[in-house]
């Protein structure tokens, strides 16, 4: 479940769901699939770079200056931006693992850290408390 969260597979993350895959089982590094769902929704390693070069991240993850990516099929797009249903794949999975009970704080970074450190505004809501309400 991992992997497949972290490579934005969100069809075979459905899956193991389905059959009844733990969202809160960590990897040996200690993370959680969900905290690395935040991570590529943020934009995965290239936004991780922008943030230390003291780029600002706007609300989709990209970072300023870099243009939307389209018409990419799910777990082609680097950080989480591919389209399925008009959702990036990254957001659908997140979605699926808060849906079946990952635990927000689980983890190293937690996804509730995850989501401050990488600004992923859009989750802040439903990941960090206060508004509900989440991807999209």
């Known amino acids: 479940l991992m992997l497949s969260s972290y490579h934005t597979h969100a069809s075979l ?3 193991l769901l389905s059959q ?3 969202p809160n089982t960590l990897n040996d590094r200690g993370q ?3 905290a690395g769902a935040v991570f590529k929704a943020a934009g995965g390693v290239r936004g991780m770079s922008a943030l230390r070069n003291g780029e600002e991240g706007n609300r989709n993850g990209q ?3 870099e243009e939307e990516r389209g018409g990419e099929t799910e777990g082609e797009a680097e950080g989480g931006r591919e389209e399925v249903g008009g959702t990036s794949a990254a957001d659908k999975i997140i979605e699926m693992l808060l849906d079946a009970g990952a635990d927000v704080d689980k983890g190293r970074p937690s996804a509730r850290e995850s989501v401050e450190m990488f600004r992923v505004e859009r989750w802040r809501g439903r990941i960090c408390g206060g508004v509900a309400g989440g991807g999209g």
């Open 32 to 34: 959680s699939p969900l």
């Open 20 to 22: 009844n895959a733990d």
């Open 63 to 65: 970072v300023d200056g």
């Open 13 to 15: 993350v459905r899956y």
